[in-house]
T-cell receptor, first 111, second 114 residues
Framework: GDSVTQMEGPVTLSEEAFLTINCTYTATGYPSLFWYVQYPGEGLQLLLKATKADDKGSNKGFEATYRKETTSFHLEKGSVQVSDSAVYFCALIGGYQKVTFGTGTKLQVIP | NAGVTQTPKFRILKIGQSMTLQCTQDMNHNYMYWYRQDPGMGLKLIYYSVGAGITDKGEVPNGYNVSRSTTEDFPLRLELAAPSQTSVYFC?????????????FGPGTRLTVL
C-alpha cells in the first residue's frame, strides 16, 4: 500500500538557520503530495501542495518540489523563525479519498 | 466562518463508558473524516463520509461508530471505551475528493481512558 516516510525528529535549529525536512513516499499511480503543519494545541493546517512531477509548492517561505524520480517531497525554508516551531506532516493522496500521512517531524526553533 | 469545530476539547473516561465526540463544519463540505493521532504514529483514518447519510470505514474503525444525518455534523461514538482508545481525535472536512483533496481540520479532542 501507500506509505510516507519522514525524517525522525525532533529537529532543533537556531533562528535564521536553513531547514530541510526529508519526505519520501511509495504509492501506486500518480499521487498528489502535501505538507501539513500542526501548531501546539491546534489541528493540522495545509502548508503547501503539489499535484504533478516537478511542481513546486510554496507558502510562508516554505518550499517543496515534487520529485518523481526520487519519490521525494522535501520541505525547505531558508531562514526559520521561532514562530515556525510546530510539527510538520508529509502526506499523499494515491487513491480516491485516501490520504496517507507520515508520522510527523517536530521542529523547535530557538532564539 | 468557524471552519471545523469539535467538542469537547478534553475528556477522561473510565473503561466501559461511552461518549460521543461532536464535529461540525460550516463550509458546506460534502466529505468529512475522523482520524486518531497516536504519538509517533501519524494520523489513522477511523471513518469517513462522502455526504449526508453515507459513511464508510477507514483503517481503524473497530470500537467506533459514526452517523451523518446532516451535511454539517459528523459525530463519532465510542460505545465501550478501552485504554487503547486513548488518543487525540481530529475531525476534518473537504470540498473535493481525490488528488485535490485539501482537508480542513478541527482543533482536536484529547481523550484519556483509564
Amino acid at each position: 500500500g501507500d506509505s510516507v516516510t519522514q525524517m525522525e525528529g525532533p529537529v532543533t535549529l537556531s533562528e535564521e538557520a536553513f531547514l530541510t525536512i526529508n519526505c519520501t513516499y511509495t504509492a501506486t499511480g500518480y499521487p498528489s503530495l502535501f505538507w501539513y503543519v500542526q501548531y501546539p494545541g491546534e489541528g493540522l493546517q495545509l502548508l503547501l501542495k503539489a499535484t504533478k512531477a516537478d511542481d513546486k509548492g510554496s507558502n510562508k517561505g516554505f518550499e517543496a518540489t515534487y520529485r518523481k524520480e526520487t519519490t521525494s517531497f522535501h520541505l525547505e525554508k531558508g531562514s526559520v523563525q521561532v514562530s515556525d516551531s510546530a510539527v510538520y506532516f508529509c502526506a499523499l493522496i494515491g487513491g480516491y479519498q485516501k490520504v496517507t500521512f507520515g508520522t510527523g517531524t517536530k521542529l523547535q526553533v530557538i532564539p | 466562518n468557524a471552519g471545523v469545530t469539535q467538542t469537547p476539547k478534553f475528556r477522561i473516561l473510565k473503561i466501559g463508558q461511552s461518549m460521543t465526540l461532536q464535529c461540525t463544519q460550516d463550509m458546506n463540505h460534502n466529505y468529512m473524516y475522523w482520524y486518531r493521532q497516536d504519538p509517533g504514529m501519524g494520523l489513522k483514518l477511523i471513518y469517513y463520509s462522502v455526504g449526508a447519510g453515507i459513511t464508510d470505514k477507514g483503517e481503524v474503525p473497530n470500537g467506533y461508530n459514526v452517523s451523518r444525518s446532516t451535511t454539517e455534523d459528523f459525530p463519532l461514538r465510542l460505545e465501550l471505551a478501552a485504554p487503547s482508545q486513548t488518543s487525540v481525535y481530529f475531525c476534518a472536512s473537504s470540498l473535493l475528493a481525490g488528488r485535490y483533496n485539501e482537508q480542513f481540520f478541527g482543533p482536536g479532542t484529547r481523550l484519556t481512558v483509564l
